[in-house]
T-cell receptor, first 112, second 111 residues
Framework: TQLLEQSPQFLSIQEGENLTVYCNSSSVFSSLQWYRQEPGEGPVLLVTVVTGGEVKKLKRLTFQFGDARKDSSLHITAAQPGDTGLYLCAGAPNFGNEKLTFGTGTRLTIIP | NAGVTQTPKFRVLKTGQSMTLLCAQDMNHEYMYWYRQDPGMGLRLIHYSVGEGTTAKGEVPDGYNVSRLKKQNFLLGLESAAPSQTSVYFC??????????FGDGTRLSIL
């Protein structure tokens, strides 16, 4: 089983600050996804990265896939209360997205 | 367009009871999945299906059974519920080459 470790597990910061969340594995993934989950709801896809070294931006969120495709990071600039939620990374071992391996999650709280 | 719908949303069972969780998707997806989510452990795959009439075991299949008699429905069964099966259960679907779409979950407590 391929494992994905996320850090930190919990993060609480003030509105306007910057933060980075990490997703690490000893295994190689063909692609990696980031999800955000709010209480009482299912995960919602934010982005998919497929190429080693790839950087994708989604407004104030910047996602990076490691050169070796074993790790990824999510950087949020000027965090807003609406960014609060559980962030999950998920890796696909083969082409396509079936049988994703999910990370342990980072619970982010943005304090107004 | 409802996407992925799970029923029920909440359920409390006594140890040893049985129940079935229903997942329905209206996106004509071939692939469907059942996950459980526990604190500090992310989502773990229980069973999945790559098409109507097919099922396969995931990471944590023990104590669960599934059926995919119709393409749009994926059922998860607990034959004899145990307290260790207390969790939040999520169903997801995909066409295999697109990101997975999740339902809003079923919160299940086993007393």
């Amino acid at each position: 089983t391929q494992l994905l470790e996320q850090s930190p597990q919990f993060l609480s910061i003030q509105e306007g600050e910057n933060l980075t969340v990490y997703c690490n594995s000893s295994s190689v993934f063909s692609s990696l996804q980031w999800y955000r989950q709010e209480p009482g709801e299912g995960p919602v896809l934010l982005v998919t990265v497929v190429t080693g070294g790839e950087v994708k931006k989604l407004k104030r969120l910047t996602f990076q896939f490691g050169d070796a495709r074993k790790d990824s990071s999510l950087h949020i600039t000027a965090a807003q209360p609406g960014d609060t939620g559980l962030y999950l990374c998920a890796g696909a071992p083969n082409f396509g997205n079936e049988k994703l391996t999910f990370g342990t999650g980072t619970r982010l709280t943005i304090i107004p | 367009n409802a996407g992925v719908t799970q029923t029920p949303k909440f359920r409390v069972l006594k140890t040893g009871q049985s129940m079935t969780l229903l997942c329905a998707q209206d996106m004509n997806h071939e692939y469907m999945y059942w996950y459980r989510q526990d604190p500090g452990m992310g989502l773990r795959l229980i069973h999945y299906s790559v098409g109507e009439g097919t099922t396969a075991k995931g990471e944590v299949p023990d104590g669960y059974n599934v059926s995919r008699l119709k393409k749009q429905n994926f059922l998860l069964g607990l034959e004899s519920a145990a307290p260790s099966q207390t969790s939040v259960y999520f169903c997801a679907s995909s066409d295999g080459f697109q990101p997975q779409h999740f339902g809003d979950g079923t919160r299940l407590s086993i007393l």
